[in-house]
C-alpha cells in the first residue's frame, strides 16, 4: 500500500511540476510548497534532487551484476 500510494503521489507532482524532475524530486522530498516557496525567490531546489538522483544511480548500479547494466543508467549515472 505504501509503496502504491508514495507511486500516485509522484505522479501527481509530476503533473504538477511539468514531468520537470530535478521539481517533483525536490517536491517529493521537500514538500510541494517548499519548492514553490523556492521558487517565487528564484532559488533553485535543483542541488538537491541532483544529489539524489547521483546516489540512487551509484546505489542501482552497484546492485546490478555487471553484465544487467544498461547503457541508459550508465550514460545517466556518468553525466552527473
Do not use: C, W
Request: charged fraction near 20%; charge should be positive; aromatic fraction near 12%.
Amino acid at each position: 500500500v505504501n509503496i502504491r500510494l508514495g507511486a500516485a503521489y509522484l505522479s501527481m507532482l509530476r503533473t504538477e511540476f511539468r514531468a520537470n524532475k530535478d521539481l517533483y524530486l525536490g517536491a517529493y522530498n521537500m514538500g510541494s510548497r517548499n519548492v514553490r516557496r523556492m521558487l517565487s525567490v528564484k532559488a533553485s531546489p535543483q542541488v538537491y534532487a541532483q544529489k539524489t538522483i547521483k546516489h540512487y544511480s551509484r546505489i542501482y548500479i552497484e546492485f546490478l551484476a555487471d553484465g544487467e547494466k544498461s547503457a541508459l543508467v550508465q550514460r545517466s549515472y556518468a553525466s552527473i
